[in-house]
C-alpha cells in the first residue's frame, strides 16, 4: 500500500499557489490585450501609429516602434557585455593578482545587485552629456554619411544611450555566469594545454572553446534582463515613437513604454489593450529568451 | 615565435584593460551620487530625512514619506512573500526529483529573470482596479512576487548543501519527515535561508517598476494604512529626475546618496561573508 505522503501534501498546495499566481499572470496579459486584438489583429504589433482619442472610434495603436527599440537596444547592450564579461571573468580567474581577485568579484556583485535607478539617474545626468559629448557629436560631425551615426544628436537621449548604459548594468551578471563556467573547468585540462606549449593567449582561448554554452547562456540571459529592464532605459531612451537606423535617434522601448503612457491609458477606450498586448510580446519574449539560455546552461552543467 | 610573445603580451594587456573598463563605471556612480547628493544631505540637514517634499523651485524639504513608505512596503512584502516563498524551496529541495518539484525549480528560475515591470502591470489590473485605488498593499504584493523566487532559491539550496548524514540521523531517530525538516534541517541552513531573505530585502527595497501603477508614489503624506497609496525611495526618484525643475534634481541625488547607502548597508555584509551570490 502506498502511503500518502503527508508532509508532502502538506507543502505541494504552496507551489501550486506560486504556479497559479504565474499562470494567472498569463491569462490576465492574455484576456486584458483580448480586444485590441478583435479590432486590430496583429497590425498592433506589425504597425507604428499611436492615435490617442476621446473617440475610441479614432483610435488606434501599433507598437513596432517600441519592439525595434527594444531589441535594438539589448543586441547594443549583448555587444558591450559579451568582450567585456568574457574579458573580466577570464582575467579573474586566471590572471588577476590574488590581491584582487576578491574585490573584484565584489566589485562586480554590487554593479549587479545595485538598484536599477540608481544607474538610471546616473544615467540621465551623467553619462548622457558624456556620451553626447565625445561620442556621438564627434561621429556625427565626420561619418554622418553613414546611417547608423546619421542622425543629429540633440539632446543625447537615444537607442546608443539606452545601449551602453544596459551594457554597463547586464555585464556583471554574464560575467558571473561565465566565471562560474570558466573557473570550473578541470585543472587538468589547463596543465595538459600548457603542457603542449600554448602560450596564455592560445591556452585561454582554447578553455573559452570548452565553456562555450555556458558563454551562451550568459549572453542569452543578459538579453533577457537588458529587455525587461524598466527605469532606467526610460530615462536614457528618450520617448519618442520612432523607428530609425541610427544610433543617436531617440526610441522607445516596450518597457518605456508602458511606464510612460500606462498611467494615463484608462481614460482611452483601447490603449489599455494595447499595452497589455504590448507587454504581452515582451512576455513572450523575455520567457522564450530565458528559458533558452536555462536551458544551455543546464546542458552545460550535464554536460561535465 | 616573437608574433606569438607579442599576441600574448597584446592579450594580457587587452583583458586587463577590459576589466578595469567593467567595474569603471560603478566608481563612477558611487563618485557621482557622493559629490552631488551628500551636499543635499548635508544642507537639508535631518529634515531632509523626516520632511516632506518642497514645492517645485523652492527649497529641499525632505523625502520622509518615501523612506516610511520603503521600510513599509518591505516589510509588507516580507509578511506576505516569505513564507511561501521559503515552504516552496522547501518543496523543491525535498522532492527534487519528482514532477511538480522540477517544474518549480524551472518556474522560480524563470520569474527571476521576469520583467518586472510586468508584475506591476498584473497587480494592477488584479489588485488597483477592483480597489478603484493604488495601495500600499498592492506595491507589496508586487514586490512580494519579485522577492519570492530569490528567497527560494536560495533556501533550496542551502537544503540541498547539507550533508546525507545528518537528513538520514533525524530520519533514525523515528522524527517525521515535517520534525526532520522543521527541528532538524532548517536550523543547518539557516544561514543560507537567512541569506536568501536578506538578498531578497535588498532586491525589492531599490525596485522601482512594480511600484510604478501599484504603490501610487505619495509625496506629502505618510503611511495612511495599507489600502492608501504609499511613497518610496526609488519611485520618487523616478518621478524627480524627469520634472524640469532644479531642487527637484538635488532632491532626487540626495534621495539617491541615501537609496545607495541603505543598499550597500544590506548587501555588503552578506557578499563579504559568502563567497558568492545570485542575484
Known sequence: ?304 | MLARKVKDKLFIAGITILTFLTILPLFHIIFSVAVEGLPVLLKGGWDFITGTLAPPDDGLGGIGPAIVGTFVLTFLASILGLPIAILTGIYAAEYPNSLLGKATKTLLMIMMEFPTILVGLFVMQILVVPMGSYSALAGALALAIVMMPYVAVYTEEALRGIPKKYREGAFALGLTRFNVVFRVLIGLARKGILTGVLIGIAKVAGETAPLLFTAGGATRTYFEGINRPVGAIPLLIYDLVQQPYKNYHEIAWGASLLLLLIFLAIFLPIRLSLKEVRL
Not at chain 1, 225 to 235: D, P
Open chain 1, 1 to 304: 500500500m502506498v502511503r500518502m505522503d503527508k508532509f508532502k501534501a502538506f507543502l505541494a498546495p504552496f507551489c501550486g499557489l506560486v504556479f497559479g499566481l504565474f499562470i494567472l499572470m498569463l491569462i490576465v496579459y492574455f484576456a486584458s490585450s483580448l480586444p485590441i486584438f478583435e479590432r486590430e489583429g496583429l497590425a498592433i504589433y506589425t504597425t507604428n501609429v499611436w492615435k490617442a482619442s476621446e473617440n475610441p472610434k479614432n483610435e488606434f495603436y501599433g507598437v513596432l516602434a517600441a519592439i525595434y527599440g527594444s531589441v535594438y537596444t539589448s543586441v547594443l547592450a549583448v555587444l558591450i557585455a559579451l568582450p567585456l564579461s568574457i574579458s573580466f571573468a577570464v582575467f579573474v580567474i586566471d590572471y588577476a593578482p590574488k590581491r584582487l581577485k576578491e574585490p573584484l568579484m565584489v566589485a562586480t556583485d554590487i554593479m549587479a545587485g545595485l538598484p536599477t535607478i540608481i544607474y538610471g539617474i546616473w544615467g540621465a545626468f551623467v553619462l548622457v552629456p558624456i556620451l553626447k559629448k565625445y561620442v556621438m557629436m564627434p561621429l556625427y560631425e565626420h561619418f554622418s554619411f553613414i546611417p547608423l551615426f546619421s542622425f543629429k544628436p540633440s539632446t543625447g537621449y537615444s537607442y546608443l544611450s539606452a545601449g551602453v548604459l544596459l551594457g554597463i548594468m547586464v555585464t556583471p551578471f554574464a560575467s558571473a555566469i561565465i566565471r562560474e563556467a570558466y573557473r570550473s573547468i578541470p585543472y587538468i585540462y589547463r596543465e595538459g594545454v600548457y603542457a603542449l606549449g600554448a602560450t596564455r593567449y592560445e591556452a585561454t582561448k582554447i578553455l573559452l572553446g570548452y565553456i562555450k554554452p555556458a558563454i551562451v547562456a550568459g549572453i542569452l540571459l543578459a538579453f533577457g534582463r537588458a529587455i525587461g529592464e524598466t527605469v532606467a532605459v526610460s530615462l536614457v531612451v528618450g520617448n519618442v515613437f520612432n523607428i530609425h537606423p541610427s544610433l543617436f535617434a531617440p526610441g522607445y522601448t516596450i518597457s518605456s513604454l508602458i511606464a510612460n503612457q500606462f498611467g494615463n491609458a484608462y481614460i482611452y477606450g483601447y490603449m489599455v489593450p494595447a499595452l497589455f498586448a504590448a507587454g504581452l510580446s515582451l512576455f513572450i519574449i523575455g520567457l522564450a529568451v530565458n528559458l533558452a539560455g536555462l536551458m544551455y546552461l543546464r546542458r552545460f552543467k550535464h554536460a561535465r
